[in-house]
């Protein structure tokens, strides 16, 4: 009896290695961020420059000579499983000058990284739809309308339009109807150059014609029903031929048949003007803007 129940138990333990090796190998591939480099207390220092660090997901740190504000933070909580770790937690931010929202999802706006960094954060800007939902929660926030422009100490910033209304799609009894204005993205006039945050949008003409930028928070999803996909983001990308591509939004969520939260950096790479510009940071890893040589 014992060595049978033995035995049932072993191969029971093999079939089930067999099983898990196989959906392994089976497992539809999905391109993944390089490893997190984790930070500190250091990345919110006074400094000569402008320095912006992928936080995961969708999510930013700009550190503009000491000037701090996070686009779309999300550091906790998350419902889906993930691929990487976040670079930081927010109980470990000392300070911020700023805490930008592009819309209402919860991986852009995420209450509960929201709510637990309010104690270190001086103001919170978004949409009026959005700065609705955040002063329910509390937060010290400011709505605002596109094409309006407003200052965080030394930074000039411009709420700029997004088509992100995917739930106008998916309607549900009682549920509000998503203006253009409830999304946005946001335009940053640095002392060290511009930053556009185009925020999750499908793709939009006037998005062709925008100043050029000195570096893209480019949302990176090759779904194209409510993001830019691939074909989008490739016109988007040449549109400005010279302007560092810093990708978010791609290789965080262990989700392969999830397309939002699926981009392969090489896909873009062989379609764009000048690939070299693309950069593909690992979550916390610092990139210096600098102003672009040539405006073309």
């Known amino acids: 009896m014992l060595l049978s129940t033995i035995l049932i138990v072993v191969c029971g333990l093999q079939a089930q290695s067999t099983t898990d090796t196989v959906a392994r190998r089976q497992k539809k591939y999905q ?8 930070f500190g207390k250091e990345a919110f220092q006074a400094s000569k420059n402008t320095t912006i660090r992928w936080l995961g997901m969708a999510g930013f740190l700009v550190n503009s000579r000491g000037i701090t504000f996070m686009i779309d933070p999300l550091l906790e909580g998350y419902d889906m499983p993930l691929l990487r770790s976040f670079p930081i937690t927010p109980k470990d ?3 911020l000058d700023a805490i ?4 209402s999802d919860n991986d852009h706006y995420s209450v509960e990284t929201f709510k637990d960094l309010a104690s270190v954060t001086k103001e919170f800007h978004s949409t009026v739809y959005v700065d609705s939902l955040m002063k329910n929660e509390g937060l010290h926030s400011f709505g605002h309308f596109i094409g309006d422009t407003f200052h965080v100490r030394g930074v000039k910033v411009r709420l700029v339009l997004a088509d992100h209304a995917w739930q106008n799609n998916f309607p549900k009894p009682g549920q509000r109807y998503y203006e253009p204005g409830d999304a946005c993205g946001f335009w940053f006039n640095t002392p060290d150059g511009s930053i556009w945050a185009p925020g ?4 939009m003409q006037e998005q062709l014609h925008m100043p050029t930028p000195d570096a893209i928070l480019f949302d990176y999803s090759e779904d194209a029903a409510f993001h830019s996909g691939l074909e989008g983001a490739v016109k988007i990308a040449n549109a400005y031929p010279h302007t560092p591509l ?11 048949d999830f397309s939002p939260f699926n981009g392969d950096p090489k896909n873009l790479a062989s379609r764009v003007v000048n690939p070299e510009r693309i950069i593909v940071l ?5 990139f210096t803007l600098s102003r672009l040589k040539t405006k073309h």
């Not at 690992?282 to 610092?286: E, K, L, S, V, Y």
């Open 93 to 95: 931010v000392p300070r």
């Open 31 to 38: 391109a993944t961020a390089p490893p997190t480099q984790p």
């Open 246 to 256: 810093i990708l978010g939004h791609w290789g965080f969520v262990d989700a392969p």
């Open 282 to 286: 690992a979550p916390g890893q610092p």
């Open 200 to 203: 999750d949008s499908r793709f």
């Open 100 to 103: 930008f929202a592009t819309h």
